[in-house]
């Protein structure tokens, strides 16, 4: 018997549909994986299980969880299913955690809501839970404040939240998605254990074919708000007989069609990086001392040809992001040089950087963040062109608009128009148009990628690709996803603790790492082909 | 946690030097001579001169600025002019009335407004806060002295529940004397309340819309719970920050009802100190007042640490 069964659940919330004659079953013990873009519904169906839908919200159809009808439960009775039987974990650990509140405070506080418990017993319980969810108590005493932990052990936090009273069933909404591979895997294995100890039935939403691929005994597949297909996840990945699955499946292993770039290795460095540290002053601990300075990047050297192509991957917090506000000017090393074309960047001047930073543009992670949303799409993409020693006219800037706009494979009437007008995938092909509209040699592109959904993230590598080969750019990417520095770099660096711990060409870094950095990140990274023959060979 | 304590102190302190040299320069600027005004039109310059000489109107300016501030700290603030008592004791006779006014006003305009907030944020766009926002739109346009008239005409002149003015001293008894404080400090409570219950519900719609309310919701609690555990504290600091700025408010608000209301107060005594030209009077008071407002602040800023942890473990 189902410990979960949605029947024909339909949902919307003021004129929107937002799911159409669902259908999705999870029994006690069972990983069912539940994928789809963004958009697609997923997270409006866990919300319809926890019935924490927003107000304009209506569901018609089946809900029953453990023999309840949720769809007609009244709000006290979800209040004691939610925590106690039901647990839900949310994407953003960053901001999942109350800031005022001690983690004991808030693992208790459901254990003492839902069984009356004492204090006292509360907080033993809660230790307990804690402990298991990999935060001992001798580093993470109940005391701790959120903001004193980092995203993975904020997320176990969560995790300990939502398991603390033994739930049947745990919800899982892209636990993973804002937490570096190897984090991933460690949360994925402690859920794994959970779900292998108490029989608890386990809902996870992902966008991530390889995670889920990796957990779920079965998988249902969602597009707009409709199931495309479901069924055992070896068999549904391995057939792929729905065309939407194969189509995720293609997209979530696509590697962009690249020809050799021309000109690497050719003549002048384009990039020198020489023995760059950055030191950051450490905290204050009373009015005269401070702590020891923290060394975010530590005698860094790295040198990058013109049209070449080159990963910067590590773990979140390894100085990667720190090393790529150097280069591009926006932070000052502690020691050491950086040339860009032979010229020192260095110490220099904002009007002295100004040809250098014509040569060097950024691309950002998250396309939504990174544009103000009060302009229009003209004047965010021509914002570079101050660079310019000579300002263009209106009609000479229209003119540089509507071409970049059109080389990144949007329409020059776009122009005029708002960034909340476009979707995810466009508005990170505006952040690419704003970055070669100034025709650089270098785009430093910090985790382009990683905030879209497969397909788009197909779509938007091969433009990246295209564009390398079309105007010969550079490109630094710094990612924590191996699968996109596989899929359009040459060289990668490896970088740990502010040190680069490895460099070679790509593949062969990643299918034969040396250092033990290099290992962990291959190893924890989720793969399709690996995953699907897994699960073939589990099942024989 | 002591660097926070230490640097907001140093804050505080500097604050209040600089406040007194910008007082007794202010009031060295303004024209009017005290001595001439206690001895009275007919006096003749020597007279006047002598006077200045005994008053010390007649030593440095540094001197002066020095001789005063040291009084202020030993708790001498010198002799009126007029009333030819010391200071001090009309400070504190005056005190006596003032202190408990803004208090009461202080927590009441608290107690009526964060319960308006809260109903008002967890009911967002329905009925209930439309009505209590529409009321707290007109609190903050009605000037107080307004509705102090009216708070008089219906509960003094019609109902007669409460004096209309005047003030018993504590030595009638607490009741009658609370009693003469009630209408004075409702009508300064009220525009404050209305100012800090929209404050308290526009914090609380933030706070309920970040992740860990949603959190504490997966956890079972119900909302009511959620509201009062989770979201208010968390929806304190710009709340505490307007009540630390509503209390010098109050204080000038004082002056005005205090005058409404014939209530012995500091407030009628700075007016009257004013116009009298009882130059150290009106220094001391409003010394006291900036000290007053000064210290409600630094409270204020302690009082952001206990309730956001990020701010201890911050320098």
């Not at chain 1, 001392?289 to 979140?316: E, F, H, N, T, Y």
């Not at chain 1, 930073?357 to 914002?383: H, I, N």
């Not at chain 1, 010969?472 to 924590?480: D, K």
């Not at chain 2, 003469?180 to 526009?202: G, N």
């Amino acid at each position: 018997m189902s410990l979960l069964d949605i029947e024909n659940l339909s949902l919307t919330i003021g004129d929107t549909q937002i799911l159409t004659g669902m259908e999705l079953s999870v029994a006690p013990g069972e990983v069912m994986g539940l994928v789809g873009e963004s958009g697609s519904g997923k997270s409006m169906t866990a919300l319809t299980v926890m019935q924490l839908l927003p107000h304009a919200a209506r569901a018609t159809g089946r809900v029953s969880f453990d023999g309840i009808d949720i769809l007609a439960a009244t709000e006290d009775q979800m209040c004691a299913l939610r925590g106690d039987d039901i647990g839900m974990v949310f994407q953003e650990p960053m901001t999942a955690l109350n800031p005022v509140k001690t983690i004991g405070e808030q693992v208790a506080e459901g254990i003492r809501w839902h069984t009356r418990a004492s204090r006292a017993e509360a907080e033993e319980r809660a230790r307990k839970m804690l402990d298991r969810v990999g935060l001992p108590s001798a580093k993470f005493p109940l005391s701790r404040y959120p903001h004193e932990l980092s995203g993975g052990q904020r997320q176990r936090v969560v995790i300990a939240i939502a398991c603390a009273l033994k739930p049947k069933l745990l919800i899982a909404d892209e636990p993973t998605t804002a937490l570096d591979v190897v984090l991933q895997a460690q949360i994925l294995d402690l859920l794994r254990d959970l779900v292998a100890e108490s029989r608890m039935g386990l809902l996870l939403i992902s966008h991530d074919l390889a995670v889920v691929t990796e957990m779920a005994d079965r998988i249902t597949i969602l597009r707009r708000g409709e199931v495309m297909e479901a069924g055992d996840t070896a068999r549904t990945l391995s057939e792929q007989l729905h065309p939407y699955t194969r189509q995720l499946a293609q997209a979530s292993m696509h590697v962009p069609a690249r020809t050799r770039p021309h000109g690497v290795g050719s003549g002048q460095p384009l990039l020198q990086v020489e023995g760059v540290t950055r030191d950051y002053h450490g905290r204050r601990t009373s009015l005269f001392k401070r702590a020891p300075a923290i060394r975010a990047v530590d005698d860094v050297s790295l040198s990058m040809a013109p049209g070449q192509s080159v990963a910067l991957v590590g773990r979140s917090g390894c100085g990667k992001s720190t090393l790529a506000r150097m280069i591009l000017a926006l932070d000052r090393p502690s020691s050491g040089t950086i040339r860009f074309r032979g010229e020192t960047i260095t110490g220099k001047s904002e009007a002295e950087l100004k040809p250098a930073r014509r040569d060097m543009q950024v691309v950002f992670q998250d396309p939504y963040g990174s544009f103000d949303p009060r302009q229009k799409v003209e004047k965010l993409v021509a914002e570079p062109l101050h660079v310019l020693d000579k300002k263009p006219t209106r009609a000479e800037r229209r003119e540089m608009v509507a071409h970049a706009l059109h080389e990144v494979g949007l329409d020059q009437r776009d122009m005029d128009k708002y960034p909340h007008e476009f979707s995810g995938g466009q508005r990170q092909r505006l952040s690419i148009a704003r970055a070669i509209i100034t025709r650089p040699k270098l785009v430093v592109a910090d985790e382009p990628v990683s905030a879209l959904d497969v397909s788009i993230r197909a779509q938007i590598l091969d433009l990246f690709a295209e564009l390398n080969q079309k105007l010969g750019i550079a490109y630094l990417f710094i990612t924590h996803d191996l699968t996109v520095a596989r899929a359009i770099t040459d060289e990668v660096l490896v970088m740990h603790d502010g040190k680069i711990v490895e460099r070679g060409k790509t593949n062969e870094v990643l299918d034969h790492p040396q250092s033990e950095a290099a290992k962990a990140l291959v190893t924890a990274a989720p793969d399709l082909h690996r995953a699907i023959t897994r699960r073939m060979q589990e099942q024989g | 946690m002591t660097a926070y304590l230490l640097k907001r102190l140093a804050i505080a302190v500097a604050t209040l030097v600089l406040a007194s040299m910008v007082v007794f320069a202010v009031l060295e600027i303004l024209p009017g001579d005290p001595a001439r005004l206690m001895l009275g039109m007919n006096a003749s310059a020597d007279q006047v001169e002598l006077l200045r000489n005994q008053l010390g109107l007649n030593a440095p300016l540094p001197w002066r600025y020095l001789h005063w501030t040291g009084g202020l700290l030993s708790l001498d603030f010198g002799r009126s002019y007029t009333y030819s008592v010391p200071v001090i004791d009309l400070v504190r006779e005056r005190l006596a009335v003032s202190l408990p006014l803004a208090l009461i006003a202080l927590a009441l305009s608290t107690v009526i407004a964060i319960p308006v907030g809260l109903y008002s944020a967890s009911r967002r766009g329905r009925a209930g806060d439309t009505v209590a926002m529409g009321a707290a739109q007109l609190g903050v346009a009605v000037p107080n002295f307004w509705f102090a008239l009216m708070l008089i005409y219906v509960f003094a002149v019609w109902l007669r529940l409460v004096p209309a003015g005047g003030f018993p001293g504590w030595s009638a008894g607490v009741w009658p004397a609370l009693k003469s404080l009630l209408l004075p400090a409702v009508a300064l409570a009220l525009p404050q309340a209305a100012i800090l219950a929209r404050v308290t519900r526009s914090a609380l719609i933030e706070v309920l819309n970040e992740d860990y309310i949603r959190t504490a919701r997966a956890k079972g609690l119900p909302y009511r719970a959620v509201l009062w555990r989770h979201a208010l504290r968390n929806a304190m600091i710009p709340v505490l920050t307007i009540l630390g700025l509503q209390f010098a408010f109050l204080l000038a608000g004082t002056i005005i009802i205090e005058n409404v209301f014939y209530l012995p107060g500091l407030g009628r005594l700075v007016f009257q100190a004013i116009t009298q030209r009882d130059l150290i009077v009106v220094e001391s008071v409003v010394m006291l007042l900036v000290a007053a407002v000064i210290a409600v602040n630094l409270l204020v800023d302690l009082s952001y640490a206990v309730v956001d942890p990020r701010l201890r473990s911050r320098q």
